[in-house]
């Protein structure tokens, strides 16, 4: 299946998790060129998990990460029909780290 496809299917019930699937997709194909996510990327993945009421009271709490780590496996469930087993760890393990880490994204750069 074609990862267009994919989303599209996904984006009838949730555009969000449509959006962050399809970047993340995106990112783990490219082969992680870059050893952090673009912004957008991670932006697209935040929004999902703000969606879905993951991110408890904003502190990023243990409970917090725990919940918004969960959440972000919805992401990599509705991968499977695109992405290998490897590419599925590679992937739930960037979205741990965005879990953690709202802000986890390559910086811009500033020149």
Known sequence: MKTEDLTEIIARQDPLLANAVSKMVGYIREGMKTPYPTKEQTEAVN???HS???DGDGTMSERDIACRRIASQRITISSIRVLDNDQLNRLQDVLNHIAADREYHMPEDKA
């Open 47 to 49: 929004a999902y998990l």
């Open 52 to 54: 879905v009421h993951a």
